[in-house]
């Protein structure tokens, strides 16, 4: 099993519609959970972290965290064409301040 | 600008060549990663360094990998002899202090590495 899982996509959804991205991880004592967007040949950008169960809002973008199933997930609202690129769930392990990736969503928003 | 800086942005090097990937943290960041990613994978984590300290390695290749921060300049990965596997972008990321509630990492532009 792997640490981080991340469905690869593409996830496909029309412009305006909300786009549910999720990532489940092993190690039920992860600490820190957050979500980059990485466009293609760009590095990856910080879009939002929660630490604690429950939903945490900024703007479009929703994080979901619901420890006892080990699963984190991302909502963006209103979704655009520019919210198309590869979004990356990262947990940090306990114990530790590393990330652990998975591979990525490739979102695809269609005009 | 104050964000992360990394380079050069883009290395060819021969096999058997060295290369070294450079890193300045954000401002007012004193914790420095370094992160791999192959073509089409996600990002690995290689090494944590804090000014002058290998914090954790974990992820660094035994041979031919050495990574340092010092007291002054940038944080430098180095690759030794380098093969063709070790085409890859490099990214480095930096934070301020982990494990005191903060614990987001920023990321640099990264470094293409070609091995021809």
């Known amino acids: 099993q792997k640490e981080v899982e991340q469905n690869s996509g593409p996830l496909s959804v029309p412009e305006g519609a909300i786009a549910s991205l999720n990532c489940t991880y092993s190690d039920r004592g992860s600490q820190s959970f957050f979500w980059y967007r990485q466009y293609s040949g760009k590095s990856p950008e910080l879009i939002m972290f929660i630490y604690s169960n429950g939903d945490k809002e900024d703007g479009r973008f929703t994080a979901q965290l619901n420890k006892a199933s080990q699963y984190v997930s991302l909502l963006i609202r209103d979704s655009q064409p520019s919210d198309s690129a590869t979004y990356l769930c990262a947990v940090t392990p306990p114990g530790t301040y590393k990330y652990i990736f998975g591979t990525g969503t490739r979102l695809k928003v269609l005009a | 600008n104050a964000g992360v800086m990394q380079n050069p942005r883009h290395l060819v090097r021969r096999r058997g060549q060295e290369a070294r990937l450079r890193c300045s943290p954000m401002?007012?960041?004193?914790?420095v990663y370094w992160y791999r990613q192959l073509p089409e994978e996600g990002l690995k984590f290689m090494v944590y360094l804090q000014k002058e300290n290998i914090i954790d390695e974990s992820g660094m290749p035994k041979e031919r990998f050495s990574a340092e921060f010092p007291k002054e300049g940038p944080s430098i990965l180095r690759i030794q002899q380098v093969v063709r596997g070790d085409s890859a972008a490099y990214f480095c990321?930096?934070?301020?202090?982990?494990?005191?509630?903060?614990?987001?990492?920023?990321f640099g532009p990264g470094t293409r590495l070609t091995v021809t």
């Open positions: 401002k007012g960041h004193s914790h």
């Open positions: 990321a930096s934070s301020s202090r982990p494990g005191q509630g903060t614990y987001e990492q920023y």
